[in-house]
């Protein structure tokens, strides 16, 4: 069993950043590939980022591309998420996700383990 917990998140103004923290515990970080998921109110879920297990590859949603950087800490079995540019389309709950394989992968039902999420709030 792999445990998630997230944080960083807050109430914020358009254009201003946020960085996202993710600590892993209950399994071997390093064996771990993740990822950044959010859902808005009303809305599916959706992917944002996600990076391999020794973070040489990554991977960012057209909608977050060139504002958000993904990157990990093996030694400390946190992931993070930086976001910049802020705004208000990007309010949602921020979840991280991890899964039991070394490759990247972009799809819900491929990850094994979730945190409960932490709120982003863009205000204009």
């Known amino acids: 069993q792999v445990q998630l917990v997230e944080s960083g998140g807050g109430l914020v103004q358009a254009g201003d950043s946020l960085r996202l923290s993710c600590e892993a515990s209950?399994?071997?970080?390093?064996?771990?590939?993740m990822a950044w998921f959010r859902q808005g109110l009303g809305k599916e879920r959706e992917l944002v980022a996600a990076?391999?297990?020794?973070?040489?590859?990554?991977y960012y949603a057209d909608a977050v591309k060139g504002r958000s950087t993904i990157s990990r800490g093996n030694g400390e079995n946190k992931m993070y998420l930086q976001m910049d540019n802020l705004r208000p389309d990007d309010t949602a709950i921020y979840s991280c996700?991890?899964?039991?394989?070394?490759?990247?992968?972009?799809?819900?039902?491929?990850?094994?383990?979730w945190g409960r999420g932490t709120q982003v709030t863009v205000s204009t």
């Open positions: 990076i391999r297990w020794d973070g040489g590859s990554t």
């Open positions: 209950g399994r071997t970080f390093r064996t771990l590939s």
């Open positions: 996700a991890a899964r039991a394989r070394s490759t990247l992968a972009l799809n819900i039902p491929r990850y094994d383990y």
